[in-house]
T-cell receptor
Framework: SQTIHQWPATLVQPVGSPLSLECTVE??????LYWYRQAAGRGLQLLFY??????ISSEVPQNLSASRPQDRQFILSSKKLLLSDSGFYLC??????????FGQGTRLTVV | GENVEQHPSTLSVQEGDSAVIKCTYS??????FPWYKQELGKRPQLIID?????GEKKDQRIAVTLNKTAKHFSLHITETQPEDSAVYFC?????????????FGKGTHLIIQP
């Protein structure tokens, strides 16, 4: 069966520090992977998606970047965090443009 | 691209009553409409979905209806229980291609009053 792992679960980082969130998928190959951000416990904003190794599409201009170094690995990064980067980050695998499977989420607080 | 509107943003109902959440979508090529439930601090999880070739689908106390002509779909929860309290998201996927995944509504915070 397919499984998606995301870590860490919580993170408190100072303004200006770097960020690296990791997401890995098991049980499938060549998955479409996504990073969403959820502010104030509400809407899901699509940040990045990737259809394959080295292929990244960005939905919104932002302080973040993403990378796909391996088929089942998707990383969200920042060189210097801003206060506005605080939020709940979710990695997702979306199967054939149908059901989405989400990682456990990362609660990021920038202080 | 697709645009999904969801209403209401907050819904409070008495335990045992029914709850209805409504969504509209803009892309007539959309053909898959899932609903997700997100409990506080947890990941969204799929609770029911519907494809454009059917008008209604039921799973115990939960049902979803789809009106393709009007481009809207709704989630119905009957005999609500305290554990139904959560944020619910609708979403739409276009069959027009592209890999930009699901377009989500902004969510409805459902509160079940005891």
């Amino acid at each position: 069966s397919q499984t998606i792992h995301q870590w860490p679960a919580t993170l408190v980082q100072p303004v200006g520090s770097p960020l690296s969130l990791e997401c890995t998928v098991e049980g499938t190959s060549n998955p479409n992977l996504y990073w969403y951000r959820q502010a104030a416990g509400r809407g899901l904003q699509l940040l990045f998606y990737s259809v394959g190794i080295g292929q990244i599409s960005s939905e919104v201009p932002q302080n973040l970047s993403a990378s796909r170094p391996q088929d089942r690995q998707f990383i969200l990064s920042s060189k210097k965090l801003l206060l506005s980067d605080s939020g709940f980050y979710l990695c997702a695998w979306i199967r054939m443009n149908t059901e989405a499977f989400f990682g456990q989420g990362t609660r990021l607080t920038v202080v | 691209g697709e645009n999904v509107e969801q209403h209401p943003s907050t819904l409070s109902v008495q335990e045992g009553d029914s709850a209805v959440i409504k969504c509209t979508y803009s892309d007539s090529a959309s053909n898959y409409f899932p609903w997700y439930k997100q409990e506080l601090g947890k990941r969204p999880q799929l609770i029911i979905d519907i494809r454009s070739n059917v008008g209604e689908k039921k799973d115990q106390r939960i049902a979803v209806t789809l009106n393709k002509t009007a481009k809207h779909f709704s989630l119905h929860i009957t005999e609500t229980q305290p554990e139904d309290s959560a944020v619910y998201f609708c979403a739409a996927v276009s069959s027009a291609g592209g890999a930009d995944g699901l377009t989500f509504g902004k969510g409805t915070h459902l509160i079940i009053q005891p």
